[in-house]
């Protein structure tokens, strides 16, 4: 058995990478993006399953910077007084690591932390099947390891928690796979980075279940025309689709 209240360190130590000069103010060119994409591809999404063992279903996600990890209890016996006889419940609880960011965060959860704990359990709610599981809760423990846009975390975060319920043996419509595009004037860019994103007009995430082909939620900021957010979800559906399939091979590889 192992000791769960140490943290084994690890046997080799890392110097710390220090920025020195200055770094030069970024200037966002859609035909030309600093890691080398156009701005209709993704970043590279590495996801594996099964990497928390304590859990009944776990996933870790990776996508240039991005880092996050997820992981899934029960379904167990739901504690509340108030609850339906016919349908089960999911706990999402969705947080940034204090060191995830430039900014050190705090341990307490804050107001952006909150929101995108409800938005985790809109998008995946319409997914589990959760008459099959009266008067049970499943519990969703999504940290962001390292961040690298807001947008970009909630929809890794959509994507991963949908991958652990998965390999925690929740029955599921269909997994959902989500992606996040940024508005920049007249120019949709798919999957921006934090530093795109602080000059970006608006921003849309999108959750999609690519088998069943619906959506189970669409979130939007800024303003836009028409045209422009039809554009970015004909995008995100398209990308979509491609996460979808890597999460296939995620979990036929652990299998």
């Keep these: 058995m192992s000791d769960r209240k140490r943290v084994t360190g690890p046997e080799k130590s890392v110097a710390p990478l220090l920025e020195t000069g200055s770094v030069p103010a970024f200037i966002f060119n859609p035909d030309r993006r600093h890691d080398g994409r156009d701005v209709n591809h993704l970043r590279p999404v590495f996801m594996k399953s099964g990497v928390v063992r304590q859990a009944n279903g776990s996933a870790y996600l990776e ?11 029960g379904p167990r016996q739901n504690q509340r007084t108030k609850i339906s006889a016919t349908k089960g419940s999911l706990g999402c609880d969705f947080k940034f690591s204090p060191f995830s960011g ?19 359990e ?3 709610s319409p997914a589990v099947r959760l008459d099959l599981i009266p008067k049970s809760t499943v519990d969703i423990f999504v940290q962001v390891l390292e961040s690298d846009g807001s947008a970009a975390c909630l929809a890794a975060a959509i994507t991963c928690a949908s991958l652990a319920l998965a390999d925690a043996g929740i029955e599921m419509l269909d997994a959902v796979a989500a992606c996040s595009a940024g508005y920049f004037e007249s120019t949709v860019c798919l999957d921006p ?24 939620h669409v979130i939007q900021s800024g303003e836009t025309s028409t045209a422009t957010t039809v554009k970015a979800l004909e995008l995100c559906v398209d990308a979509c689709s491609q996460i979808h399939a890597v999460m296939q091979q995620s979990l036929i590889a652990n299998v």
């Design 63 to 73: 996508a240039g910077k991005l880092k996050v990890a997820c992981a899934v209890y």
């Design 102 to 120: 430039g900014r050190r965060r705090s341990y307490m959860k804050d107001e952006q932390e909150r929101e995108y704990s409800l938005v985790l």
């Design 122 to 124: 809109q998008a995946l």
């Design 193 to 216: 980075t934090g530093e795109e994103e602080a000059h970006e007009g608006g921003s849309l995430v999108l959750s999609y279940m690519p088998s069943l082909n619906e959506v189970t």
